[in-house]
């Protein structure tokens, strides 16, 4: 008819849309991780600002770089690399020398991300790819501990983690608020906790994963004699079950997976922490579940509606 | 809203064989007389809502793509009634289906099944339960709701001829709990209708998307799933719109056949939303114009929800018998997002009602792996549209589950 002035729009239904979009939730991230980047400051000086700078910018420029050289669109827009970037310098101490955070913005960029396919297509979490790639070449720079509210730069005084030296030397009241040894955004489990709740109330990550994650660390370190408050509160437990277990790229995309991913977190780190010859577990057993994510996936997928599930798929 | 001056009767207002038209150009009808039908079973014949002239009988391009025949009438002004409208004189079990099918009642929620078929299912005995479906299909359409509150007995007495025709022995009346004054007034029917062995009752829903779909629906009254694949009744269910149950108590008392329908019209481009009844095959933009028009310029017409509705190319098409909204949106309510790369959220995997994995769908039709295709459920998929709306990446789900079922539907059949 004649009434319109400029051909109708058609698109295929559904015309509505819930309004999120990939931008919005890496942002709903970001947020979430302001209040431990205000602990990490507080806590370990503006040099830990600095470290979180160069890790973001080391993994911006490597994100714009490798797309450039693979001729594809730019993707720095999504806000992904930001993420990992302050996910990697959350990783790491302090004291990093900058070019060797540096570096592990770019493997966890290029290697682990974007020689993949980029975005949605990695099978380990880049910030944590980067992170165990500087803990197996710098072991010196990565347990350089500051020991927290000691001052900046060069005063710092540098000491072992509380999971390392063993003993129980904070108290919990400490741990909870970050006032111990320890990465520069993993020890203050208060701030953490603030960014998971965020995380949850904006329906970006569900509270599953962290709470079966954290959960299970508990009752395993519960069973096998030691103190379980003491456990969940340190080394990156906090961290790891609320940021990393939840990204969505290299964890089970269904429900029932996420569930065994989660036991599986907690049952690993558990066993690392007392078995293994590393004081910390939390990195490995997340990287290690993230392998097994097709897998789970695979043993856990939904059944369509009015099927019988059968023996055998 | 008032007769319109010209209606355009689409011969495929249904699922199935569509009508031949039964009058010529030039011809007289009149309110209620046949201008379309067909021999195939499943169909359904088409009815004039207006006494006039044949004015041509043209070919029209629906939405989704089908052409089909159609008949123009011009209306005479005088709404004179056809000599074969009068209430069916039913005995036995043939008649009354023969009295569905000349009512050219179809499912009236949306998909328009031809109801004579849906309510002769194979294996009758089987029947026990009817459940008539007053949990509004989509967004934005009150059109079922309305039906609720102006014609709460017609729905009753339609209950009680299906229930009797079926022997059923139970009827839920399946409501959404954000319509209070709807549950309160079937309630109150349905306590002095029902009987022992002939029970009646009123089941409130969560208010939710898709909880008026057909399988959903079976499952939140009965708790029995429909295996993918088959039919309600293999459940031992019927499933009736509201508005089509009380059409037929209509019918069965006086014989007029389906000629109008109550519309939900509605959007940000709409002057004034509302629900109207309309004749069968009025134009849409009569509808709009009658709704006060556009306030502002439309961008995007919908026949349907907007959730499953389909994208008009121009508002001259008729309303069909199985409409219940038209809804047309304004620029900002129109505009598309280009998709980017999955971040493997889960949302759509969360927002399925039928519980299929839409990534790992989306992997094995990049791969035209039929095969795998089948296994994870493609066909079940009911495009409900839940994992597009909450696609954080704006993907296109629902086109690629459309695609992934043609793929399947096309591909040879294995040998056993």
């Not at chain 2, 495929?12 to 195939?40: F, I, N, R, Y």
């Not at chain 2, 009844?277 to 509808?287: A, F, L, M, N």
């Not at chain 2, 310029?297 to 038209?326: F, H, S």
């Amino acid at each position: 008819m004649a009434s319109m002035d400029k051909p109708l729009i058609i698109t295929s239904s559904p015309h509505l849309h819930c309004g999120m979009n990939t931008r919005g939730v890496m942002a709903d991230v970001l947020i979430a991780m302001l209040p431990a980047t205000v602990a990490s400051v507080l806590l370990f000086g503006w040099r830990a600002l600095a470290v979180e700078l160069v890790c973001v910018a080391s993994c911006m420029a490597s994100e714009i770089l490798s797309r450039l050289v693979m001729k594809r669109e730019q993707t720095v827009g999504d806000l992904s690399c930001i993420v990992t970037g302050m996910l990697l310098a959350f990783n790491l101490p302090a004291t990093m020398p900058f070019w060797q955070a540096a570096l592990g913005g770019v493997v966890a960029i290029v290697v682990a991300k974007q020689m993949f396919g980029g975005l949605g297509q990695n099978f380990v979490n880049p910030a944590l790819a980067g992170r165990i790639v500087l803990m197996a070449s710098f072991p010196e720079s990565m347990n350089n501990w500051v020991v927290p509210l000691s001052g900046t730069g060069a005063d710092a005084v540098t000491a072992a983690t509380p999971l390392a030296d063993g003993a129980a030397s904070y108290s919990l009241g400490e741990m909870f608020f970050g006032i111990r040894g320890g990465c520069l955004g993993e020890t203050c489990a208060m701030a953490l906790i603030l960014g998971g709740v965020y995380l949850v109330l904006r329906l970006v990550i569900s509270p599953a994963v962290p709470l079966i994650y954290i959960g299970t660390v508990f009752v395993l370190s519960w069973l096998m004699g030691e103190n379980p408050l003491y456990q969940i509160l340190s080394g990156g437990l906090m961290l790891g079950a609320i940021f990393m277990a939840t990204d969505y790229t290299t964890s089970p995309i269904n429900k029932a997976g996420k569930v065994v991913f989660a036991v599986g977190c907690g049952l690993l780190t558990v066993l690392i922490r007392q078995f293994g010859s590393l004081p910390e577990g939390v990195s490995f057993a997340i990287v290690i579940m993230n392998i097994l994510v097709p897998l789970i996936e695979r043993a856990t997928r939904p059944v369509p509606f009015g099927r019988k599930r059968r023996a055998k798929d | 809203m008032p007769t319109p001056e010209k209606i355009i009767l689409a011969m495929s207002q249904h699922l199935g064989a569509p009508c031949t038209p039964t009058v010529k150009v030039g011809d007289t009808v009149e309110v209620g007389q046949v201008v379309g039908d067909s021999d195939k079973p499943v169909s359904a014949p088409v009815h004039s809502g207006i006494s006039g002239k044949v004015a041509a009988i043209t070919e029209l391009l629906l939405p989704g793509g089908r052409k089909t025949q159609a008949v123009v009438i011009e209306s005479d002004g005088e709404g004179r009634v056809h000599e074969s409208v009068k209430p069916p004189v039913i005995d036995n079990h043939e008649d009354f289906l023969r009295a569905v099918r000349a009512s050219g009642l179809v499912g009236l929620g949306g998909a328009g099944f031809p109801t004579h078929i849906k309510l002769n299912p194979r294996d009758v005995d089987a029947i026990d339960t009817v459940i008539v479906n007053a949990a509004e299909c989509e967004p934005y359409i009150t059109a079922d709701y309305r039906e609720c509150m102006e014609n709460s007995w017609d729905i009753v007495s339609g209950v009680q001829s299906v229930m009797e025709f079926l022997d059923a022995s139970r009827v839920i009346i399946a409501v959404e709990r954000n319509k209070p004054a709807a549950i309160a007034e079937l309630s109150k029917i349905a306590r002095g209708v029902s009987s022992p062995g002939r029970e009646v009752r009123v089941k409130s829903l969560p208010a939710r998307y898709p909880q008026g779909a057909e399988k959903v629906l079976i499952q939140a009254c009965t708790g029995r799933r429909v295996p993918p694949g088959k039919l309600p009744s293999d459940v031992g269910c019927v499933v009736m719109n509201v508005t089509s149950v009380a059409f037929l108590s209509r019918y069965f008392k006086t014989g007029m056949p389906l000629i109008d329908k109550r519309l939900t019209v509605d959007g940000s481009a709409i002057a004034y939303p509302k629900n109207v009844r309309v004749t069968v095959g009025t134009p849409i933009h009569d509808v709009i114009a009658f709704c006060g028009g556009a306030k502002r310029e439309i961008r995007k017409l919908l026949m349907g929800g907007p959730m499953m509705g389909l994208a008009l190319m121009d508002d001259t098409l008729p309303v069909l018998k199985q409409n219940n909204a038209i809804l047309a949106f304004a620029e900002e309510d129109a505009r598309t997002f280009p998709a980017s790369v999955c971040i493997r959220c889960g949302r759509c995997v969360e927002a399925c009602p039928m519980h299929l994995v839409p990534p790992s769908i989306a992997a094995a039709y990049k791969n035209a792996d039929v095969e795998s295709l089948e296994k994870l459920g493609v066909m079940t998929c009911m495009e409900c549209g839940c994992c597009s709306f909450s696609c954080p990446a704006h993907r296109y789900i629902v086109q690629t589950m459309r695609m992934g079922k043609d793929l399947v539907r096309n591909a040879p059949k294995k040998e056993n």
